[in-house]
């Protein structure tokens, strides 16, 4: 008798997509422990966490290679179509750095546990202790300039990590809001602004 591919073979259920900006801290974990790490996987992060610690494995280092400081990345641009995991690898990016931050480090080894070039980064990450991660949500912030919605989401997850630093500056968009509303107070600026907005078909709650 003929046997049915599902008697043979069981697959793991997933998600085919993942919205980043729907996902709870919860199901932040269990995205976390259900992700496949393949060897090429893993070296995509590797390559990402040699750049933000300048340093490489053991391994690397007795087959002779080293850190390029000339060709140092700062960023990088994640390609692929549609369905083909880049948001789910850019949240277990997120979920890895931010558990590290938090003094999980042991929990995210585990994950990596085959992977020695992994376990080494992870434990020079835990060992700098100087990484933290701002979430910016794109589809949120279109109003407003790339450069001041970097410089905007840092400094708010700056202010909740280190309350009261007097070195932390107000953002641009921070600026414009309280010069906004200062203005409010005034009829006649507010009349000519609120003009301006609405041709530009911007509404002030929304903005």
């Known amino acids: 008798m003929i046997k049915k591919i599902n008697e043979v073979v069981s697959l793991k259920k997933f998600k085919p997509v993942i919205e980043i900006k729907g996902v709870k801290e919860d199901e932040k974990r269990e995205l976390f422990n259900e ?17 933000m610690t300048l340093s490489i494995s053991r391994e690397k280092q007795k087959e002779g290679k080293d850190i390029n ?21 850019l949240l277990t990016l997120a979920t890895i750095l931010e558990n590290i931050a938090e003094g999980k480090g042991e929990y995210v ?19 700098d202790g100087r990484y933290f991660v701002v979430n910016i949500n794109g589809v949120a912030e279109t109003n407003v ?8 989401n840092f400094i708010f997850k700056c202010k909740e990590l280190f309350p009261g630093a ?17 203005n409010r107070e005034h009829p006649i600026r507010w009349e000519l602004i609120s003009s301006n907005m609405n041709e530009m078909g911007i509404d002030y709650d929304q903005l």
């Open 35 to 51: 992700y496949i790490v393949t060897e090429e996987i893993a070296n995509n992060f590797e390559s990402i966490f040699e750049q």
């Open 109 to 127: 080894k585990e994950k990596f546990k085959e992977f020695n070039g992994m376990q080494y980064h992870i434990d020079k990450l835990i060992e």
């Open 69 to 89: 400081y000339a060709e140092v990345n700062r960023a990088y641009f994640l390609r692929g179509a549609y369905g083909t995991g880049k948001s789910y690898f």
């Open 145 to 152: 300039d790339f450069e001041d919605c970097i410089r905007k």
């Open 166 to 182: 007097e070195f932390i500056t107000e953002s641009m968009y921070e600026k414009a809001v309280e010069k906004l509303e200062e």
